[in-house]
């Protein structure tokens, strides 16, 4: 077990097996089809789209607390990053939605590969407190640099035209390529954790020092799933800047941050639907208190208390090991 | 100079914990197809040595000569692909794993199966047929599906040896295999040792003197992270200072 356990307190999820299986595809089934069928039913498509951003990044952030022990408190640097880069290219540049998306993409895995080489080698809580110094220094960065807007951040980001034909101003055509590009990079991290790769960053999970003893350079895979988390994390933000047409600091703080670890604690560390289930959870309860004018931090410490004193595991955590009994 | 026939020498290898000097001068050579113990005392720096060798630990100074190459400077990594492995003194598997998948680990990465991310794990399949024969190898054929935190000690360790097997090694460091183990797992992990031995070279610490007597061919004796005596078993044991460190523990 890595050292991050005894902070975090929260063992990854049991593999799952045959019946379980069936399970969790029934709700991964639903799950889409509610996505898709949503708009019909009347939820606003906003809040929705919004909240697949989140999703999104919550699921590359549990690429590394859940499959490589890591626990980044610095993960909004790349997602805010990937906000301002995908703004600026479609509003400076007039980028076409997806070309933006990629810089979003680029810009998340050239700072993660930054990041992730001065902080790799560290561990624990010390690998934590680099990613939070690094990320700080990003959201000073943003706070000065002439092209981020200072304190109003970037605002009226065009979402322009889909490769410059299907123009993404129309509702329906902005959630469906939401849809796509949130169902795409959730499958991307599934895969990772399902291959021949993942297959050994559990097992640095499991036992770093044994891992080094059968020749693997664990520095090298621990940095390829911190950029890969990074990238993923830089398209989350890029979709979330042409999705509510702003990237601010908000994006960027600690508070973020910390967001991002809390969606996935609650959802589930280590396992595939948890993170989206803890971001859904978060951004609605959110949403409605904000509009009831409810202090939201109150509202997220007690998350995180009761998740640390009733269900460690978080919620498709503990559903997945009630399954398993 | 090293010979052909010494695989492993460690010159005046040292290690200072904070001024605390755990191994101090040693002086070691393996020779090539033998069973070689490190014993001593409990903390006279037997572990510490093997974390020297496999660089896991800097040493403060000495040097490390692996089959013909200077490897005193190279990563744990790179050195045990270079072909010395180690185990560990608290046995080492990947609890969540099961004992097929910690043995297939082993074969990942020479396979060329250790990067790929955008393939299925289906892949993984194909090490299978070679995995089923490093297992049944050591008696676990019926606990290929276990995880492996669910498996007594002695097959722990049983995996721990079929994992290490599993990368072929030149030579096999193994830390106390047989600690916390009854009579019939102690037979059965020796006769393992055995057979592993076969073509490669072994260093190992144990505490067990019958079984370091029966099995190995050359024992150094290390105390207070000192080498006081090397040699065959019938000599060593008959060396005053062996005789005091390790009967006068024991009596006291
Ligand atoms: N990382 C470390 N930092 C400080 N001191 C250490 C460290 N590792 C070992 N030591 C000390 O070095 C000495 C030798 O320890 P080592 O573990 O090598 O002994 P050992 O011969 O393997 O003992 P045992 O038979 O109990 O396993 C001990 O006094 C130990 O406390
Ligand atoms: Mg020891």
Request: glycine share 10%.
């Amino acid at each position: 077990m890595s050292e991050l356990t005894d902070t975090a307190a929260l063992a990854p999820a049991p593999q799952l097996q045959g019946k379980q299986q069936i399970w969790e595809r029934a709700l991964i089934f639903a799950g889409i089809a509610f996505l898709v069928a949503a708009p019909l039913l009347g939820v606003y498509p906003v809040n929705l789209m919004t909240l697949m951003c989140f999703a999104l990044f919550a699921a590359a952030f549990n690429l590394l607390i859940g499959y490589v022990g890591l626990l980044s408190f610095g993960h909004a640097a790349f997602f805010g990053t990937g906000a301002y880069v995908s703004g600026y290219a479609a509003k400076a540049w007039g980028w076409t939605p997806e070309l933006a998306l990629l810089a979003g993409a680029l810009s998340g895995a050239f700072l993660g590969l930054i990041v992730g080489f001065l902080a790799i080698k560290r561990k624990g809580i010390y690998f934590s407190m680099i990613t939070l110094a690094l990320s700080q220094m990003v959201f000073f960065i943003a706070l000065q640099a002439p092209f981020t807007g200072g304190e109003d951040g970037l605002q009226s980001i065009p979402r322009g035209k889909l490769f410059g034909v299907i123009d993404l101003a129309n509702t329906n055509a902005m959630y469906a390529f939401v849809l796509v590009i949130f169902l795409a990079g959730v499958f991307a991290l599934w895969r990772i954790v399902h291959s021949p790769f993942g297959q050994i960053l559990k097992a640095i999970r499991e036992h770093e020092p044994r891992s080094i003893s059968l020749g693997y350079d664990v520095s090298r895979y621990k940095l390829i799933a911190f950029v890969i988390s990074c990238t993923v994390t830089g398209v989350a933000g890029g979709l979330k800047a042409l999705v509510t047409q702003i990237a601010s600091l908000t994006d960027i703080t600690w508070q973020t941050s910390g967001e991002v670890v809390l969606m996935t604690i609650l959802g589930g560390i280590g396992t595939t639907l948890g993170p989206l289930v803890g971001a859904g959870i978060v951004k609605t309860l959110e949403d409605h208190l904000a509009s009831l004018g409810f202090p939201v931090p109150v509202l997220i410490g007690a998350i995180f208390v009761a998740c640390v004193l009733l269900f460690r595991r978080g919620i498709i955590g503990e559903i997945e090991n009630w399954m398993k009994r | 100079m090293q010979t052909a026939d010494t695989i492993l020498e460690a010159s005046r290898l040292t290690k200072e914990f904070f001024g605390f000097t755990a191994v101090k001068n040693v002086d070691l050579k393996v020779r090539r197809g033998s069973i070689h113990a490190l014993i001593g005392p409990n903390g006279a720096g037997k572990t510490t040595v093997f974390n020297l060798l496999t660089k896991f630990l800097l040493p403060t100074s000495g040097k490390i000569v692996f089959d013909g190459v200077d490897v005193s400077a190279q990563q744990p990594a790179q050195i045990s692909r270079a072909g010395l492995v180690r185990s560990f003194q608290i046995s080492a598997t990947f609890p969540h794993l099961t004992v097929l998948e910690n043995v297939r680990v082993a074969l990942q990465r020479k396979a060329n199966l250790a990067t790929q991310f955008w393939r299925s794990d289906k892949v993984l399949d194909t090490l299978n047929a070679r995995a089923t024969e490093l297992i049944a190898d050591v008696n676990l054929s019926n606990f290929i599906d276990t995880p492996a935190v669910d498996l007594s000690y002695g097959r722990k360790r049983a995996l721990e040896i079929a994992t290490t097997l599993a990368l072929e090694p030149k030579m096999l460091l193994l830390d106390e295999p047989m600690a916390g183990m009854g009579h019939e797992e102690i037979d059965r992990v020796a006769a393992l040792i055995r057979k592993a031995a076969i073509g490669r070279t072994i260093l190992m610490v144990e505490h067990n003197l019958s079984v370091v007597s029966s099995l190995c061919d050359t024992i150094t004796v290390l105390q207070r992270g000192e080498v006081i005596a090397e040699g065959p078993y019938s000599q060593v044991s008959q060396d005053a200072r062996v005789r005091e460190a390790y009967l006068g523990a024991d009596h006291a």
